[in-house]
């Protein structure tokens, strides 16, 4: 029962990771906000941040890590606002990708916020 539970986890994870990274150009707000909409928050972030790195690497041109990526942005006047927003983001989908002990609390509010961010025009989406 325990190995059933941690199995359908992480195929969980390995699904939605490769859905979101196979196509992340096609990703929209609006499939963001009925993912929310839902509760399927989970799937909202996971997409979300998928997007958020197409973003990064395919409009800025940057590379690395994303949590780098995200640093770099510091340097544009109007991006470095967005850059705790956008930390937290990762890090919360970090939390939820590699689960440890503590118990990952998810705002709708938070996911409404970063998907503002993600698809601001001032990303060039």
Avoid: C
Wanted: net charge positive; aromatic share 12%.
């Amino acid at each position: 029962k325990e190995f059933d539970k941690h199995f359908k986890y992480l195929s969980r994870v390995f699904t939605e990771e490769k859905n979101a990274t196979n196509n992340p150009k096609s990703i929209d707000k609006t499939f963001i906000t009925s993912k929310i909409n839902k509760k399927e928050y989970f799937t909202a972030i996971v997409y979300l941040f998928a997007k958020l790195e197409w973003i990064l690497k395919n409009q800025y041109k940057l590379s690395g890590n994303t949590e780098s990526m995200i640093n770099e942005l510091k340097d544009a006047e109007e991006l470095k606002e967005f850059v705790p927003e956008l930390h937290q983001l990762r890090k919360t989908r970090n939390s939820m990708i590699y689960p440890t002990s503590a118990e990952v609390v998810i705002d709708s509010g938070n996911i409404t916020k970063w998907s503002d961010i993600v698809f601001k025009e001032v990303l060039k989406v």
